[in-house]
């Protein structure tokens, strides 16, 4: 099982960056994109599930949009209006088998993840 994100890259603070996550499993459960900045924990910031439902952390709704594309196995987040807060190695993760709110809240509920792509947002 391979989870191989790109995208990421260094832009000034209200630029966008578009990330992807090619997953080589069919589609199972919940998937989403989490970050982790230097000294902090991985925290979740947008999940979608099998229907299409999505669920954001309150400091990215309204900036983030994640999205798949099931025939090519692809999973995005598009970032808009990025803020030096938002600098971290962001995470894509898939089969998480909780509700949207835990698989937001909880990375150890996934079973699959990949090796990040470094996002770093400067003033």
């Known amino acids: 099982v391979q989870l191989v994100e790109s995208g990421g890259g260094s832009v000034q603070a209200g630029g966008s960056l578009r990330l992807s996550c090619a997953v080589s499993?069919?589609?199972?459960?919940?998937m989403g994109w989490f970050r982790q900045a230097p000294g902090k924990e991985r925290e979740g910031i947008a999940i979608?599930?099998?229907?299409?439902?999505?669920l954001y952390r309150d400091s990215v709704e309204g900036r983030f949009t994640i999205s798949q594309d099931n025939a090519k196995k692809t999973l995005y987040l598009q970032m808009n209006s990025l803020k030096p807060e938002d600098t971290a190695m962001y995470y894509c993760?898939?089969?998480?088998?909780?509700?949207?709110?835990?698989?937001?809240?909880?990375?150890?509920?996934?079973?699959?993840w990949g090796q990040g792509t470094q996002v770093t947002i400067s003033s």
């Open positions: 979608i599930d099998a229907a299409g439902t999505t």
């Open positions: 499993i069919d589609r199972r459960s919940n």
């Open positions: 993760a898939a089969d998480c088998r909780g509700s949207n709110w835990l698989c937001l809240m909880y990375p150890g509920d996934y079973n699959y």
